[in-house]
């Protein structure tokens, strides 16, 4: 829903964000909507051939278009090089963002030891640690706990249920959507074999957590601290949903991943890597800058050259999944009777 009564034309779109217009610069837009369902007031995009033949027939008053799409068109339309993101920079004057009340709410409870610089808004039933440090202009929401030795940025946003645990350091303008836990224990075990029967010990994680600014963690995501030293997540890192980032791993700027995605231990993703979704990544590993690793894929391996990797079985019929499995049981013996005759096993 946009903000109550806010309006603005093409031709002003078109000044603020550097578009090229066609057509009527005096054409009101108060909202968006899809290429589908856009009214006569709002304002729409076409950023995938695939809904090229949504353009005639919508009824959007303003479509932000590339170049090739707006020949022809004799409708009003802004001209980007990439639509998505400048419907991404438009839709963001019509998305409701309540204003944060600085100061503490009655019913948060805020260690003596710890400092919340004024400008600074603490929602309700929020705890914060001792040596705890809350930077003017961040919102700490309801439900939150900030555990001992935290710091959280100017500008950052904990939006609710968000935990940090212990040594989590946020930097400036960092999202934190409900349900996140930073910092917990690293998965660090130990079997001990020595004085009877063998069991499990606990390794210490005695690192912490480092956000950089600008950074998105989605609800319900867990990035673990370090065994020794940190957990990083260098500048305009973006995670979806339901995504574990182990204990050690550093994830480089500018990198996305999106829900499901599963990082091991002490694994680095370089700068511009996109993993798509259920994604796992195992430990240890070193991936390269400007990886992309589509949904569902297991990497094993360090990857050293750019480039989009996948892996996994695509979706078939269940008969054929069945009769598919059993054969790939039988590759080897096939692989071994067809291989040729080489000198010295003749």
Wanted: contains cysteine; negative net charge.
């Amino acid at each position: 829903m946009s903000p109550e009564g806010f309006t603005i034309t093409a031709g002003e779109l078109a000044e603020r964000f550097g578009l090229v217009l066609h057509g009527d610069a005096a054409r009101p837009v108060a909202g968006v909507g899809t290429l589908a369902a856009a009214g006569p007031a709002q304002l729409s995009f076409l950023a995938n051939s695939k809904y090229r033949g949504q353009l005639a027939e919508s009824r959007a008053g303003v479509v932000v278009v590339r170049g090739a799409d707006a020949e022809g068109q004799d409708r009003t339309l802004l001209v980007a090089p990439d639509p998505y993101v400048a419907y991404s920079k438009i839709a963001a004057l019509f998305e409701p963002v309540a204003a944060n009340e600085p100061g503490i709410h009655p019913t948060a409870v805020v260690h003596a030891e710890a400092v919340v610089e004024d400008g600074a808004s603490i929602g309700p039933l929020v705890v914060i640690g001792a040596r705890s440090r809350i930077a003017a202009g961040a919102s700490i929401g309801p439900g939150c706990v900030i555990g001992e030795d935290c710091d959280v940025g100017g500008g950052s946003t904990l939006v609710a249920r968000v935990t940090l645990v212990r040594r989590v350091r946020l930097g400036q303008r960092v999202l934190v959507h409900p349900g996140a836990v930073l910092g917990a224990d690293g998965f660090g075990i130990a079997l001990d074999r020595e004085g009877g029967e063998p069991h499990w010990i606990k390794v210490p994680q005695l690192g912490g957590v480092r956000v950089g600014d600008d950074c998105e963690i989605g609800a319900n995501t867990t990035i673990d601290r370090g065994a020794i030293e940190d957990t990083v997540l260098e500048h305009d890192v973006r995670l979806d949903n339901q995504i574990q980032i182990a204990h050690n791993v550093r994830v480089g700027a500018h990198t996305a991943m999106a829900g499901c995605v599963a990082v091991a231990g002490s694994t680095t993703i370089g700068r511009y890597c996109m993993i798509g979704g259920a994604a796992g990544i195992a430990g240890h590993l070193e991936i390269c800058d400007r990886v992309m690793v589509t949904a569902m894929s297991l990497v094993t391996h360090s990857i050293r050259e750019p480039g989009e990797y996948s892996s996994g079985t695509p979706l078939m019929d269940s008969r054929s999944w069945r009769r598919n499995a059993v054969r790939y049981k039988q590759l080897d013996a096939l692989a071994r009777r067809l291989r040729l005759p080489t000198k010295g096993n003749e």
